[in-house]
């Protein structure tokens, strides 16, 4: 039970309220200006208010009350994932503390499509274009710029922000042509983020729903989470910035040292429990019911409203065309059905006219989506996720399953699975090419390898592979591989260093083995 110190209600120093917006549409809907709610006049520049001694949010709150949007009335509420509306007609409030339907399954979080309707996807597309590259509040992260679709009833001054999103889509000229024949592959850096993984995207979606709810004085002490060391760090880091305790469960030994010290700084209660992430997942939400720790995994479909922009970002990066494949790599499954999410929303209010096929990568140490996908989707068993080098995906009871085998299906998708060996491989051979991936990018990039190998992806399909950490968070493996100090691996393409005597003639003698071997 929870203690009633635990139960107290939060302080918050905040006295500004913004006026609540209307909530009816007029007969005839007039179109928002784009200019009006990108807010970004030449007077009014962040550099401009910053010298005023005003600061982003001052200005738009002062934006806000000077030109209140029009004719808005969006919406969302959590319903049941993926049964019919009209004979379930179960809902909850996004204010409420709920991660599950009454049956025990998944929710999801339903927009009110009617009403962004009302505005054509011409209208979406300028108003998130002219969002980029700007520090206007909260419009300048990748996430809120798309914030109509995202969490549209959160007052901007409760969003807790790091400008996240509008990461690197960065064009994998020399990889593909080198190892592939592809000349349009493109990889999504989404691990080029606050906190190094694409997590960031949707925590602070979660953690800014969390600051409303405990300003509505919602039993919240502190958010919680199990991880395999990227959800971890971001959780700590958005609490941290937002004042809010956060609590993570750690499986012992097997996250890398780079991900355990983030949680640490920022400040995070970090238990290290000895068992594996399914494990932790399971006692977390044990202790989230039990405790007024607000449950921050994507089991909490409001992570995902935040991840599902990536989709949105690549869909704008390219100028609204639809690539012909997107590659993704799974473990718990929320970022899989995030990216459908997003695609599909596009192609819903009219910014697209198709979505791209998805690819769900996984290791095959960890594969319970593989299997059962290999299995004809005929029945999904739970596996023992053994140790890989993959770790962040080290999970063998995904809470997403059922998310990701709809997304997969409604998108005409594969699932592929990479060993260690390929996994490393590919790390070493993309990051010979001047990137620096995560070995997670390394299952994604195995997965295309394998099917540009059996032609299912032709050399000319416009491909994007998602990298979803930064590799400097996994150095300890890009050390073990190049020091060829793998058990039971060719470490084909390891760079060892060379150590030599530190006198001119040893430098030399070096230098002109290496020139007479290197091609010209
Ligand atoms: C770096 C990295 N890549 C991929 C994934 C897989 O994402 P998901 O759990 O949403 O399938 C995770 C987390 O699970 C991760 O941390
Ligand atoms: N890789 C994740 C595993 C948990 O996934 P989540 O999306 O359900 O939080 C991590 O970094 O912890």
């Known amino acids: 039970m929870a203690s009633s110190y635990l139960l107290q209600s939060p302080n918050f120093s905040s006295n500004l309220k913004l006026p609540s917006k209307p909530n009816t549409v007029k007969a005839t809907p007039r179109f928002l200006s784009i200019k009006a709610a990108a807010s970004s006049s030449s007077s009014n520049t962040p550099a401009n208010t910053a010298s005023k001694g005003n600061n ?25 994932f993926n049964t019919d509306p009209v004979t379930n ?61 995202v969490l549209p009833e959160i007052s901007s001054d409760d969003i807790v922000s790091a400008f996240e999103g509008n990461s690197n889509l960065f064009w994998a000229e020399r990889f593909g042509k ?21 997590k960031d995207l949707g925590m602070t979606v979660l953690v800014s729903q969390v600051n409303r709810l405990r300003k509505m004085n919602k039993p919240v002490f502190g958010v919680g989470c199990a991880s395999t060391g990227d959800t971890s760090a971001a959780l700590s880091a958005y609490c941290a910035s937002a004042g809010i305790p956060s ?45 007024p720790i607000y449950l921050a ?29 997107v ?5 718990n499954l929320g970022n899989i059905y995030a990216f459908y999410k997003g695609f599909n929303m596009c192609k819903e209010l009219g910014l697209v006219d198709k979505i791209p096929r998805l690819v769900c990568a996984q290791a095959a140490n960890a594969n319970p989506l593989y299997l059962y ?57 993309a990051d010979s090419t001047g990137m620096f991936i995560c070995p997670h990018t390394g299952v994604a990039l195995t997965a295309l390898m394998k099917l540009r190998k059996s032609g299912v992806i032709g050399p000319t399909d416009r491909t ?18 190049h020091s060829n100090n793998i058990k039971e691996m060719a470490c084909r393409f390891a760079n060892p260093p060379v150590s030599v005597k530190a006198d001119f003639g040893s430098v030399m003698d070096v230098l002109k083995k290496y020139l007479s071997k290197t091609p010209k």
Not at 178 to 198: A, P, R, Y
Request: one cysteine or more.
């Open 56 to 80: 982003i949010r001052d200005e738009a709150r002062r934006q806000y009350l000077t030109n209140p949007p029009q004719n808005q009335n969006f919406s969302a509420k959590y319903v049941p």
């Open 373 to 429: 996908y290999k299995s004809g989707w005929d029945e999904f068993k739970a596996v023992k996720a053994n140790s890989t080098f993959a770790s962040a995906i080290q999970i063998g009871d995904p809470v997403s399953i059922d998310r990701a085998v709809y997304a997969l299906k409604q998108s005409n998708g594969i699932v592929e699975e990479a060993t260690e060996e390929e996994l490393m491989d590919a790390t070493a051979q």
């Open 247 to 291: 609590i993570v469960f750690l499986p012992a030994n097997k996250i890398s040292i780079a991900q355990l010290v983030q949680p640490i700084a920022n400040g995070a209660f970090v238990l290290s429990i000895d068992t594996d992430f399914d494990g932790c997942m399971q006692l977390i939400r044990e202790v989230t019911s039990e405790l």
């Open 89 to 149: 007609t179960e809902s909850y409030s996004l204010d409420e503390i709920v991660y599950r339907s009454q049956s025990g399954g998944l929710l999801d979080v339903q927009h009110d499509m009617s009403a962004l309707k009302a505005f054509p996807g011409s209208y979406w597309r300028a108003l998130f274009d002219s969002r980029v590259g700007k520090t206007t509040w909260p419009y300048g992260s990748g996430v809120w710029s798309k914030k109509e679709w």
């Open 178 to 198: 080198q190892f592939l024949e592809m000349n349009d592959l493109w990889v999504k850096h989404c691990g080029i983020s606050h906190t190094g993984s694409f």
């Open 327 to 331: 590659i993704v790599p799974g473990g």
């Open 464 to 481: 994007v592979v998602v990298s979803t950490a930064h590799g400097l968070k996994f150095t300890q493996s890009k050390i073990d591989y």
């Open 297 to 325: 995994n994507s089991l909490n479909s409001l992570r995902l409203e935040g991840q599902k922009t990536a989709a949105i970002e690549i869909l704008q990066q390219f100028d609204w065309e639809v690539p012909d494949w």
